[in-house]
């Protein structure tokens, strides 16, 4: 479970201003798609002929796209900021990952060690033994 961490106020009211700029892009978004569908839609009685209906509703679905094109350009930022914020300002995190690679680091160390004594000792033996058999060798 995530224990909950006090802020300070400067990034507390980064993060309500990330989250109120998610909104907005969201929102943004939403209502533009609604309204290019709403565009969509054919009118049969109008007051304008309806070539000059056609490319009035043309012109404004096209401003309506590159606003929706701004909004995820928007969001894409967003996430690019998050992310920055997140490597530059989560030490908690970043410090258990440096224990956990120590304590990792530490064991394969304890394990190398013993590995080595035990190679030791094996080797001290077969000395011991190849030296007795030298030493009480009529070969030598």
């Known amino acids: 479970m995530a224990t909950q961490r006090v802020l300070p106020q400067s990034k507390e009211t980064l993060?309500?201003?990330?989250?109120?700029?998610?909104?907005?892009?969201i929102k943004s978004i939403m209502d533009n798609f609604t309204e290019i569908v709403k565009t969509a839609k054919i009118e049969d009685?109008?007051?304008?002929?309806?070539?000059t209906q056609a490319e009035q509703d043309h012109?404004?679905?096209?401003?309506r796209a590159a606003n929706i094109v701004r909004a995820g350009e928007s969001l894409m930022k967003l996430v690019s900021d998050l992310k920055q914020f997140l490597i530059l300002n989560d030490f908690p995190s970043v410090n258990d990952a440096i224990s956990q690679q120590n304590q990792q680091l530490r064991a394969l160390q304890d394990?190398?060690?013993?590995?080595?004594?035990s190679l030791r000792d094996e080797i001290a033996v077969d000395l011991y033994e190849l030296?007795?058999?030298y030493y009480s060798s009529r070969y030598k």
Request: glycine share 0%.
């Open 15 to 25: 993060l309500q201003n990330y989250n109120k700029r998610l909104k907005d892009d």
């Open 45 to 51: 009685e109008t007051q304008v002929s309806r070539p």
């Open 59 to 63: 012109y404004e679905m096209h401003v």
């Open 111 to 117: 394990e190398c060690d013993k590995k080595l004594t």
């Open 131 to 133: 030296e007795e058999e």
